[in-house]
C-alpha cells in the first residue's frame, strides 16, 4: 500500500513539473523530449492549442527519430541496415546530406558508431584506444550511404544519428504548427537552442524578441543578445555535454576527420535562419570547421544564414547583417562578405 502512495506522489510531483500552465499571460509548457527540456512560451487567442500542438509535434518527431527509443525509424533503420524513410526523416536527411557535401564532412550523421565507442551513448564515456578510433572511423562517412527514392541503405557496421539537427528541424517545425493558430506571437525553448514566431505583446505593444546567447564559460550574464523574430537562433558548444579523464575534457561533437572532439578553436557556434534544420546543422558544422572554414562558408552562401562566432581566446565574431540586432558589452569583430 505504502509503495502505491509513494508512486502517487511521484506521479503527481511529475505531472506538476511537466505539462502547460496559463499564468495571466502567456500559456507556458514544459515537456521532456529530444533528449533535453523544452519549453513553448506562447501569446494570443489560441495559445493553449497552439502550444499543445506544437508539443505534441515535437513528441511525435522525437518518437521517429530517438536513439534512446528502441523502436524509432532510426533505429530500426540502424538495425536492419535499411529502410523505408517518412517525408519528415527524408527532410531531415536530405538538409544533413547537403551539408555534408558542402562542409567537406564536418557534419556527417554517419557518427553513430564513433559516439558509441566513445560511450557518449552510455552513461560512462572514456578515451577509445587510438586503433579502435581508426577501426571505427571506416565505418564513418555519409557519402556511403544510398538513398533510392524513399529507401535509405547503410553499409555494414554504418549507422545514423541525427543529434546534430533534429531539433532545429523540429523547432522549426513546431513554429509553423503555431503560426497556422490565432496567435500573437510564441517562443520556444530545446534546451537552449531558440525558434520564435511572431512579436511579443507587451503594455508598450507588441515587439521583437530579445534573445540572450549564453556563455559557454556558464558565467553571468549572455554572450550577447539578439533582436529579431521567426528565426532559429541555435547554439553549439563543447560546454553542453563532456565528460572528464585524467583532467582532460572531451565533448559530445566529434570531428568525423579525426575521429575525435572537434577542436577548431572555437568556443561557441550561435547560427541565426528561418531554416531551423540548416541552423543545426550549421552550428555543428562550423563549430567543427573551426573559424576559417566557417566563414568561408558563410560566403558562398550569405543571405541563408548568419553567425555568432566565440573563439577559444574570447574573440567575438559577428557576420555584418548581424551588426544592427545584436549587442554585445564585448568587443565585435564583424564578418564582412569582403
Ligand atoms: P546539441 O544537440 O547538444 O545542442 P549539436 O546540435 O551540436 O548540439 O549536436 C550534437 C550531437 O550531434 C551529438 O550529441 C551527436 O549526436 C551528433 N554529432 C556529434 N558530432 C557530429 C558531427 N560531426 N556530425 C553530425 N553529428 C554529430
Ligand atoms: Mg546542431
Known amino acids: 500500500m505504502k509503495r502505491y502512495r509513494m508512486l502517487l506522489l511521484l506521479c503527481l510531483l511529475l505531472f506538476s513539473l511537466t505539462g502547460c500552465t496559463r499564468a495571466r499571460g502567456?500559456?507556458?509548457?514544459?515537456?521532456?523530449?529530444?533528449?533535453?527540456?523544452?519549453?513553448?512560451?506562447?501569446?494570443?487567442?489560441?495559445?493553449?492549442?497552439?502550444?499543445?500542438?506544437?508539443?505534441?509535434?515535437?513528441?511525435?518527431?522525437?518518437?521517429?527519430?530517438?536513439?534512446?527509443?528502441?523502436?524509432?525509424?532510426?533505429?530500426?533503420?540502424?538495425?536492419?541496415?535499411?529502410?523505408?524513410?517518412?517525408?519528415?526523416?527524408?527532410?531531415?536527411?536530405?538538409?544533413?546530406?547537403?551539408?555534408?557535401?558542402?562542409?567537406?564532412?564536418?557534419?556527417?550523421?554517419?557518427?553513430?558508431?564513433?559516439?558509441?565507442?566513445?560511450?557518449?551513448?552510455?552513461?560512462?564515456?572514456?578515451?577509445?584506444?587510438?586503433?579502435?578510433?581508426?577501426?571505427?572511423?571506416?565505418?564513418?562517412?555519409?557519402?556511403?550511404?544510398?538513398?533510392?527514392?524513399p529507401e535509405l541503405e547503410l553499409e555494414e557496421g554504418q549507422g545514423i544519428d541525427l543529434g546534430a539537427i533534429a531539433k532545429g528541424y523540429a523547432s522549426a517545425r513546431a513554429a509553423s504548427i503555431i503560426a497556422g493558430f490565432d496567435v500573437d506571437g510564441a517562443v520556444l525553448s530545446l534546451g537552449g537552442n531558440i525558434q520564435c514566431v511572431g512579436k511579443k505583446p507587451t503594455n508598450q505593444?507588441?515587439?521583437?524578441?530579445?534573445?540572450?546567447?549564453?556563455?559557454?564559460?556558464?558565467?553571468?550574464?549572455?554572450?550577447?543578445?539578439?533582436?529579431?523574430?521567426?528565426?532559429?537562433?541555435?547554439?553549439?558548444?563543447?560546454?553542453?555535454?563532456?565528460?572528464?579523464?585524467?583532467?582532460?575534457?572531451?565533448?559530445?561533437?566529434?570531428?568525423?576527420?579525426?575521429?575525435?572532439?572537434?577542436d577548431g578553436g572555437l568556443a561557441s557556434v550561435t547560427i541565426v535562419s528561418a531554416d531551423g534544420a540548416l541552423a543545426d546543422g550549421l552550428s555543428t558544422a562550423c563549430f567543427v570547421m573551426g573559424e576559417e572554414r566557417s566563414v568561408k562558408y558563410w560566403r558562398a552562401h550569405a543571405g541563408s544564414f548568419d553567425m555568432i562566432l566565440l573563439t577559444d581566446d574570447g574573440r567575438l565574431l559577428v557576420t555584418e547583417p548581424l551588426k544592427e540586432i545584436f549587442t554585445s558589452d564585448m568587443k565585435i569583430e564583424i564578418i564582412t562578405k569582403q
Open 26 to 149: 502567456p500559456v507556458r509548457c514544459e515537456i521532456f523530449s529530444m533528449d533535453t527540456h523544452i519549453t513553448i512560451t506562447c501569446y494570443g487567442k489560441e495559445a493553449e492549442a497552439a502550444a499543445d500542438a506544437a508539443a505534441q509535434e515535437i513528441e511525435r518527431l522525437d518518437r521517429l527519430w530517438s536513439i534512446g527509443v528502441e523502436d524509432s525509424e532510426v533505429n530500426r533503420i540502424n538495425r536492419a541496415g535499411s529502410g523505408s524513410l517518412s517525408i519528415e526523416t527524408r527532410e531531415v536527411l536530405d538538409t544533413a546530406l547537403r551539408l555534408y557535401e558542402e562542409t567537406e564532412g564536418a557534419l556527417d550523421i554517419t557518427v553513430l558508431p564513433l559516439m558509441e565507442l566513445w560511450g557518449f551513448t552510455s552513461r560512462d564515456p572514456a578515451v577509445p584506444t587510438p586503433e579502435a578510433i581508426q577501426e571505427t572511423l571506416s565505418k564513418v562517412g555519409a557519402g556511403r550511404l544510398k538513398l533510392n527514392g
Open 205 to 262: 505593444g507588441r515587439v521583437l524578441w530579445k534573445i540572450g546567447i549564453r556563455r559557454p564559460d556558464d558565467g553571468e550574464g549572455y554572450l550577447g543578445v539578439l533582436t529579431l523574430t521567426d528565426k532559429a537562433v541555435i547554439t553549439s558548444g563543447g560546454y553542453e555535454r563532456f565528460f572528464e579523464e585524467n583532467g582532460q575534457r572531451y565533448h559530445h561533437i566529434l570531428d568525423p576527420a579525426s575521429g575525435y572532439p572537434a
